[in-house]
C-alpha cells in the first residue's frame, strides 16, 4: 500500500496576499507537491506527481465552511482544500477549465467588507495593547532613570522580549488591514485578483523573519528559565567562603562579633544570606546581606548593642564598557538621602573606578576593575578604609 508523504514548506508571505499564496500553490502542483493543509508558519503539502492545477482563495468572516457551500463550489468545478485565517482554498484542474469563482471584481469586493473591519478593529486593540506595553516597560526602565541597572540585572529582559514580539504582531495586524483595505479599493475599481503574482521576494523576506521570529520567541522562554534554573539563595555560612563576597567579621576585626538573630523564611536566613543570579549581560550576580552583634558592646548613642550590618551586590558583565554607567545607576538606585556630592571618586592602584560615600556610621563603596562591579553598604564603627581592601580582595576573585 502507497503512503502519501507529507512535506512541509515555509509559507512565502502573509496569510492575506491572496494572489501569491494563489501563485504558489500552483507553481508547488506543479513540482509534485499537493497543498493539503495551512498552518501559522507552514503550509503542508503531499508529494505526488507533477500536474497543472488552478487554486483560488474565498474570503469568508466564519472560519467554516458548510457541507452545502463545498458541494456548491464542487459543481463549478472547484474541491475544496483547506482553510486558514479567514480564507478558504479551493483546486481545480486546469483541464477542467472550471469558470472563475468571482467573475465580477467590484462584487467580490463585497467579501472583504466584513474581514477588512475584523482586521482594523484587530489591528487597533494590538496596537492599544503594545502602547499599553511601552508604558510599562518604560516606567521599568526609566522611572527611577537606571536603565543600566535594569538591563544588566536582568529584571525586564523577559518583558522586552516579548515586546518586541508585540511589536512584531502590531505591524502584522496593521499591515494586513491596510493590504485588504486597498485590495477591496482595487477590486471595487474593476481590478481583479492576480492569480500568478509573484511571490518569490516576499518568501525570501518571509524567511528571514520566520528565523528572526523562531530566536525571539526562544529568547522569551529560555532567558527567564535560565534565570528560574540559575537563581539560588542560601543562608550564609559562619566560615569563610571562597565567594566575592565582602564579609562583615573581616571587616570588624572583632573576634566578639557574632550573628544577630536570624530572620527565617523558607528555611534561609534572610538576615544573613546569599543570592546567586544570572542575566545575559551579568552571567555572575551575587547579593549578600550579613548582620552581627558584639554582646557587652553599645552604639555611642545608647540606642542599643552595637549590631554593624553589611551588603554586597557583585556583577561580571559580559560588556565590561557598561561598568561606569552601571555604577552610576547603582548609586541612584540605592541613594535615598544624600546628594551627589556626597559621593567622592577616589583613585586606588588596583582598582578602574572607586567611589566613596561615608556619613558617620554609614559607609558605601562602589568600585569596578575590568568587568567586575561591586558595590557594599557597610553600617558601623570600622573605618572605610577596611571596606575598601576587603572589595578589593574579593573583586580580584573575577578578574584574576
Known amino acids: 500500500m502507497r503512503m502519501d508523504k507529507t512535506v512541509r514548506k515555509l509559507r512565502p508571505s502573509d496569510y492575506w496576499r491572496i494572489g501569491e499564496h494563489e501563485s504558489w500553490f500552483q507553481d508547488m502542483a506543479a513540482n509534485g507537491f499537493h497543498l493539503k493543509k495551512m498552518g501559522l508558519r507552514f503550509a503542508h503539502f503531499v508529494k505526488g506527481e507533477p500536474k497543472k492545477m488552478r487554486y483560488r482563495i474565498d474570503v469568508t468572516i466564519k472560519k467554516k465552511i458548510t457541507p452545502e457551500q463545498i458541494e456548491m463550489y464542487e459543481d463549478s468545478g472547484w474541491d475544496y482544500v483547506t482553510g486558514y ?222 549590631s554593624p550590618s553589611i551588603h554586597t551586590r557583585l556583577y561580571q558583565l559580559s560588556v565590561p564598557a557598561l561598568a561606569d554607567n552601571l555604577i552610576a545607576d547603582l548609586i541612584k538606585r540605592f541613594n535615598y538621602e544624600y546628594s551627589d556630592a556626597d559621593f567622592v571618586e577616589t583613585k586606588h592602584a588596583d582598582l578602574d573606578l572607586l567611589i566613596v560615600h561615608e556619613n558617620d556610621e554609614i559607609k558605601e563603596v562602589f568600585a569596578s576593575k575590568g568587568k567586575a562591579v561591586i558595590y557594599v553598604r557597610y553600617y558601623g564603627y570600622a573605618d572605610i578604609n577596611s571596606v575598601i581592601e576587603n572589595l578589593v580582595d574579593k573583586i580580584k576573585l573575577i578578574t584574576e
Open 85 to 306: 485565517q479567514y480564507f478558504q482554498v479551493y483546486s481545480s484542474p486546469v483541464e477542467r477549465d472550471a469558470p472563475e469563482l468571482h467573475t465580477d471584481p467590484a462584487e467580490q469586493s463585497f467579501t472583504f467588507k466584513a474581514l477588512g473591519k475584523k482586521l482594523v478593529f484587530n489591528a487597533v486593540m494590538v496596537v492599544v495593547a503594545l502602547l499599553l506595553i511601552i508604558g510599562m516597560e518604560a516606567a521599568i526602565w526609566f522611572l527611577d532613570g537606571t536603565p543600566t541597572f535594569v538591563l544588566v540585572d536582568g529584571l525586564a529582559v523577559q518583558q522586552t522580549i516579548l515586546s518586541i514580539l508585540i511589536v512584531y504582531l502590531a505591524y502584522i495586524s496593521l499591515q494586513a488591514a491596510i493590504s485588504i483595505r486597498a485590495l477591496r479599493k482595487d477590486l471595487i475599481e474593476g481590478k481583479p485578483i492576480n492569480h500568478h503574482a509573484p511571490w518569490k521576494k516576499h518568501y525570501r523576506l518571509n524567511s528571514v523573519l520566520a528565523f528572526l521570529f523562531t530566536i525571539v520567541a526562544g529568547l522569551s522562554a529560555i532567558v527567564p528559565f535560565g534565570q528560574l534554573i540559575k537563581n539560588d539563595t542560601q543562608t550564609l555560612p559562619e566560615a569563610k567562603l571562597h565567594l566575592p563576597i565582602v564579609r562583615l567579621a573581616d571587616v570588624e576585626q572583632n573576634p566578639a562579633l557574632v550573628r544577630g538573630e536570624p530572620y527565617m523564611i523558607d528555611d534561609v536566613d534572610w538576615g544573613n544570606r546569599y543570592t546567586y543570579n544570572w542575566s545575559l549581560l551579568a552571567p555572575i550576580q551575587y547579593e549578600s546581606n550579613e548582620n552581627g552583634v558584639v554582646p557587652g558592646k553599645m552604639w555611642g548613642d545608647g540606642s542599643g548593642e552595637y
